[in-house]
């Protein structure tokens, strides 16, 4: 039997790439507005670009956004990156971030069943949380606040997903670093650096989509001199 | 069949880099070894992880003492002398990784022997599959993970607590084991059960019968080539064998 003959009958069992799933939780209240709103815009735009240069993750990143300000939204739900079009969000109304975390957890369980039930292998999803304030519809020690933080952190613990929250001046660093999980507090974007913090999310994408680990990853570094992220103390 | 065949029926193993290997340089991380004594076959398959800097290292040092001391354990039921090279293969990393970390040269392993029947001990991803009569059939599947990019390793602290040994049904008359690259063409998943793809093995256990005499090479084309390599970079290994 020849090489070409042998490559010929045989069948590929599973032709298809395994995903890597992100929900962007977006801060689109009205502190938001103007230059703020304008860079996440752009950064979303070269967060797609960045990652469809990439032969690889092309295949196997996707990502979905939720956004918080007016309403809480499932602004684009889960696709892949050739299909990531997000429109352009505006800024306006108040902080609900709790629900907004609620929703993105939902829309992480979701694509996992259908991964499980289509039978796609996948890599730990992320939760990716942007605010420049505190929110608005929980307080500490109230019952969504409660809730919310137990998702996150007991979500985080089982290895359920991945959660990374980022303060934008002047977010309440001291309330975002009480709903992150313990093991990876809250960073702090130094300013300006929204188009640093969304390279590094998609080199971090990349990366992800083409690791194999025996006990932990490690991730482009987001903060030293060229990093976009600060780590604050409190 | 010919009297040859008869006294060593066919095996057939090869390993490639896959193509992010050879993006970045990095060596081929997989590797194998197989040895025929004395009408019993001894098969070793490790898959040095990416996140690990000299895994090949490891990956190279487990195979060979695994299939070492499952042979001087031949003895003993199969999967014991499975396990005992899988044991062997972990102090050759402790060795080997004396000078950095163990972690630094982390990798999985398949340690397949066949003697009055089919023996498997295993760690991590990768599969070892069997045939009978035309069919196949998995005989041990990788280790279970949520996460596509997670496994465990025969370099983690509690190694022994993933170590996982598997017998052979009876009448098996070959066997294949193989890494994570091919687990795409390999293995279906139905409702979440695992089962060895037919369309795959079938024609590669008909190639391994009438092999030619540039089977490895061959073999070694096919794994590199189009059709295995677009769904997966990773590195890949496929030994085959027809049991004695």
């Not at chain 1, 890599?123 to 608005?136: H, K, M, Q, S, V």
């Not at chain 1, 990366?207 to 103390?233: F, K, M, N, Y």
């Amino acid at each position: 039997m020849t090489l070409d003959a042998l490559e010929q009958q045989i069948e590929i069992a599973n032709p298809q790439h395994p995903h890597c799933a992100t929900v962007l939780a977006l801060d689109t209240s009205g502190s938001m507005h103007g230059d703020k709103i304008r860079q996440v815009n752009e950064g979303l735009t070269a967060f797609r670009e960045d990652v469809l240069t990439d032969e690889l993750a092309r295949k196997r990143v996707e990502a979905a956004v939720v956004t918080f300000g007016s309403h809480v939204d499932l602004a684009h739900p889960f696709s892949s990156m050739e299909a990531f079009a997000p429109p352009a969000f505006r800024a306006d109304g108040s902080t609900p971030m709790g629900d907004a975390i609620l929703k993105s957890i939902d829309a992480i369980r979701a694509r996992k069943a259908m991964y499980r039930q289509s039978g796609t292998d996948y890599y730990r999803p992320w939760i990716f949380l942007i605010t420049d304030g505190e929110p608005t519809d929980m307080h500490p020690g109230d019952k969504l606040w409660d809730q919310v933080v137990a998702e996150v952190h007991g979500g985080e613990a089982a290895r359920e997903f991945c959660f990374f929250g980022v303060g934008v001046d002047p977010a309440n660093m001291d309330i975002l670093r009480r709903i992150c999980p313990p093991e990876r507090p809250p960073v702090q974007l130094r300013p300006g650096r929204f188009r640093a913090m969304f390279e590094w999310l998609s080199r971090s994408q990349r990366h992800i989509s083409a690791s194999r680990v025996g006990e932990r990853l490690a991730l482009p570094p987001a903060t030293g001199p060229d990093g976009w992220a600060e780590i604050t103390t409190g | 069949m010919t009297s040859t065949e008869r006294l060593a029926p066919p095996t057939l193993g090869a390993s490639v880099a896959g193509a992010s290997h050879e993006r970045r340089g990095t060596p081929c991380q997989d590797a194998f070894a197989l040895e025929r004594p004395d009408g019993a076959l001894v098969i070793a398959v490790a898959d040095g992880l990416g996140s690990a800097p000299r895994s090949e290292l490891g990956a190279a040092a487990a195979v060979g003492a695994a299939v070492d001391a499952a042979i001087d354990h031949l003895d003993r039921e199969p999967e014991r002398a499975a396990l005992e090279g899988l044991v062997a293969a972990r102090e050759a990393l402790e060795r080997v990784g004396r000078c950095g970390r163990i972690a630094d040269v982390a990798c999985t392993l398949m340690v397949v022997v066949a003697s009055e029947r089919v023996g498997i001990a295993h760690i991590g991803d990768g599969a070892v599959i069997g045939s009978r009569d035309g069919r196949f059939a998995v005989l041990s599947p990788p280790g279970v993970s949520e996460y596509v990019n997670e496994v465990d390793s025969l370099a983690a602290d509690d190694w022994f607590d993933h170590v996982r040994c598997a017998v052979g049904l009876d009448g098996i008359d070959g066997v294949a084991a193989f890494t994570d690259g091919l687990h795409h063409a390999t293995l279906r998943k139905d409702a979440g059960h695992l089962t060895a793809h037919d369309g795959f093995f079938g024609p590669l256990f008909s190639f391994l019968c009438d092999a030619p005499d540039d089977a490895e090479e061959q073999l070694m084309r096919l794994l590199a080539g189009p059709k295995i390599s677009e769904h997966s970079d990773d590195d890949k290994t496929l030994v085959l064998a027809l049991l004695p």
